[in-house]
């Protein structure tokens, strides 16, 4: 029997109709291993996963593999974005075991849930040196049933390889100078300089890396931190990653030279990279910077916000090409015939110009993916916007990727803090009203009443699995931005009660390091703790980064006391892999800044000079600088405190590190007290 129709996760009801018979992640699964006898096969992916879908359709769509599980195995699917506790684990010992990892991924455990054997898309058939998934199930069912003891000394012994890879914390004392020009260094090493980016083939977006890589140059002066920063966000602009359309970014690009992207495009990714190029045109002004931020925020809002106010996990990379397949990447691709019948000829040919679509094709079938080359000479603006707008209309009739309609904390989180941030800077305010929209779904469903987190919800219904910490810092990070932007307090008291729980439930009270399920979650085979960055900041980076903007806001020392000790790890990582704790890095920016304090009081929030300046100091470079405003002697923020008008009018005071600057009503004066 199929046990999943009732679960809430889209991936897991994208194989409710399968003919395995699946559990849940549940202790009634590994209950009925024990008691029939079985190893148990777990499998785990997520809803936009292109090789998830293949591997579904090849081997669990199979009525005869299907048989052949049910008979031998216990059958457990699991939703890496729901359980990332229980993804992070067993990738960790797939990795340990292969030496790489990904998705789809197929581990076999014993009934203790311990693994003895691994891997990750097994073909229908043998191929390219690997077994057929039919030959991978008779040689685990064989073992399992004439080597048992063997299996379980396997078993035994990864497990405690796996208690005893804990993280080495390296210094108690915080990054200074020398390790973030030690990073710097490294990032310069492993930077592409024709391409942008870092290292090759796959090309990730280095979201994480470009706020350091700001904030660095913000902080002192660095020009190639910000030259690689800009040329970076560029290339990535310029390319197939990016859809030139209708805006929001692919999940990665398979090329250096962000060309063809793996099409999925994720909130996560999106919501990262709509912060990093406001915060670029913030630092330069830059055109292209302003353009790709506000067409990511229209996109996210546009593309991926559901009915209760939330954001949408991802579009899947597939979708239907017309004939019934679903063909990665064919919502997005365009050959010259497709551009002459929705543009006629002289459009078709200069639009294929400007998008670099060609006969060959840049992808596959003599298809292309739509990018922004360098060209010389200037073109009909208007020409442009008009063929754009057709060719968006033409793709719209095409059938559309599927969504994945779960709404993920952390990620809603990250999109909070993006659109408010973007909503600000550019005079915005509706983006400002789908961040705060998402924060009250967040409030009002993922917060029960001890103000713990649930991980996800879908249709209005809360999910069953405990958020982790990077929900519960994310989502305080989004709070902390949209107070800063609103000039409402009561997101800075939600991020005080998400942060309290960080202190008392994630952090070790010896080390100061920081574990990425609480200390009453459910208990895995070891308890999952990684500060480094993967597609989106780790819990660890996150946490301290939220703690320390709290601090900021309120003068909370154990709030200050445990972002310092969290960054013991940044000191220890950033300049051996720069690449991999980007966020670490920004936020040991902000540490080394102060950060700085900006109370902003006037005489109403909708006063004309009182929003001057209350914009100029969210415009400030200074690197994790917290801003808030309101009337003198408000208590929605405890920077308010003791600020009075000076001269009747609205009034900036900054301070850092217990020193403040002397106040002033001047914006230019603001501007440059928060650019040095």
């Not at 991980?455 to 219904?461: C, E, L, P, V």
Request: glycine share 10%; with cysteine; charged share 25%.
């Amino acid at each position: 029997m199929n046990r999943l129709a009732h679960e809430t996760s889209p991936y897991l009801l994208q194989h409710a109709d399968n003919p395995v018979d699946w559990w849940p992640w549940s202790t009634e699964a590994f209950e009925e291993a024990r008691k029939t006898n079985k190893p148990v096969l777990l499998s785990v992916g997520y809803s936009s996963c292109h090789w998830c879908h293949v591997m579904a359709h090849e081997s669990f769509e199979d009525q005869d593999t299907a048989d052949f599980l049910n008979e031998h195995f216990v059958s457990v699917k699991v939703d890496r974005e729901e359980r990332p506790d229980v993804d992070a684990v067993y990738m960790e010992a797939v990795q340990a075991a292969t030496g790489h990892g990904g998705w789809p991924m197929t581990v076999f455990l014993t009934p203790d849930a311990e693994p003895f054997y691994f891997g990750t898309y097994f073909p229908p058939a043998p191929r390219h040196g690997s077994p057929s998934f039919r030959q991978v199930l008779e040689g685990v069912r064989a073992a399992w049933a004439d080597r048992r003891d063997e299996v379980a000394e396997v078993a035994g012994k990864i497990v405690r390889d796996l208690a005893q890879r804990e993280i080495s914390y390296g210094d108690a004392r915080v990054p200074g100078d020398e390790e973030l020009a030690g990073a710097l260094l490294g990032l310069t090493r492993e930077y592409d300089p024709q391409r942008g980016g870092f290292g090759g083939a796959p090309k990730f977006p280095p979201s994480m890396v470009i706020e350091f890589l700001l904030r660095h140059h913000a902080r002192t002066g660095a020009e190639g931190a910000l030259q690689m920063a800009a040329d970076t966000c560029e290339r990535m602009a310029r390319g197939g990653i990016y859809d030139q359309l209708g805006g929001g970014f692919a999940r990665y690009s398979v090329d250096r030279d962000w060309v063809v992207p793996h099409f999925e495009k994720m909130l996560y990714d999106n919501a990262l990279l709509c912060r990093v190029y406001a915060h670029l045109w913030r630092a330069t002004g830059s055109e292209l910077a302003r353009r790709v931020a506000l067409e990511t925020a229209d996109f996210m809002v546009r593309e991926l916000r559901t009915n209760e106010g939330g954001f949408a996990s991802a579009l899947d990379a597939d979708s239907d090409d017309g004939s019934g397949r679903h063909v990665e990447g064919a919502y997005y691709v365009w050959t010259p015939q497709q551009l002459r019948e929705v543009l006629g000829d002289d459009d078709a040919e200069l639009a294929a110009h400007y998008f670099g679509v060609t006969e060959e094709g840049t992808f596959e079938h003599g298809q292309s993916v739509l990018q922004l080359p360098q060209h010389e000479g200037v073109f009909d603006a208007e020409k442009i916007a008009s063929i754009r707008e057709r060719l968006l209309s033409a793709r719209a009739e095409r059938p559309a990727p599927g969504r994945d309609d779960k709404v993920v904390a952390a990620w809603n989180g990250l999109a909070v803090a993006a659109l408010a941030e973007t909503g600000a800077y550019f005079g915005r305010p509706d983006l400002v009203e789908a961040a705060t929209g998402a924060a009250d779904l967040l409030v009002r469903l993922h917060l029960d009443e001890q103000a713990r987190l649930s991980r996800t919800s879908k249709d209005g219904q809360v999910g069953a699995n405990a958020g982790v910490l990077e929900d519960y810092a994310d989502v305080a990070e989004g709070f902390l931005a949209l107070g800063s932007v609103t000039g409402e307090g009561v997101w800075l008291e939600f991020a005080g009660f998400l942060l309290d729980h960080v202190l008392a439930r994630f952090v070790d009270a010896e080390s100061g390091s920081l574990y990425d399920t609480a200390a009453d979650a459910e208990r895995l085979i070891r308890r999952p703790q990684d500060p480094t960055d993967n597609a989106t900041p780790s819990g660890w980076t996150a946490a301290a980064g939220a703690l320390l903007g709290y601090a900021a806001q309120t003068g909370a020392e154990p709030h200050r006391a445990a972002a310092e000790r969290a960054l013991g790890v940044v000191k220890a990582l950033g300049p051996r892999v720069p690449r991999f704790i980007g966020w670490g890095l920004a936020v040991a920016e902000a540490l080394l800044d102060g950060p700085r304090e900006v109370a902003i009081v006037g005489p109403a929030l909708d006063d004309e000079a009182t929003r001057a300046l209350h914009r100029t100091a969210l415009l400030g470079t200074a690197p994790g600088a917290v801003v808030a405003v309101g009337v003198p002697e408000s208590d929605e923020f405890p920077l308010l405190a003791d600020r009075p008008l000076v001269g009747g009018a609205p009034t900036a005071y900054v301070c850092r590190n217990f020193t403040c600057d002397a106040p002033t009503t001047d914006a230019e004066r603001l501007r440059a007290a928060l650019s040095s």
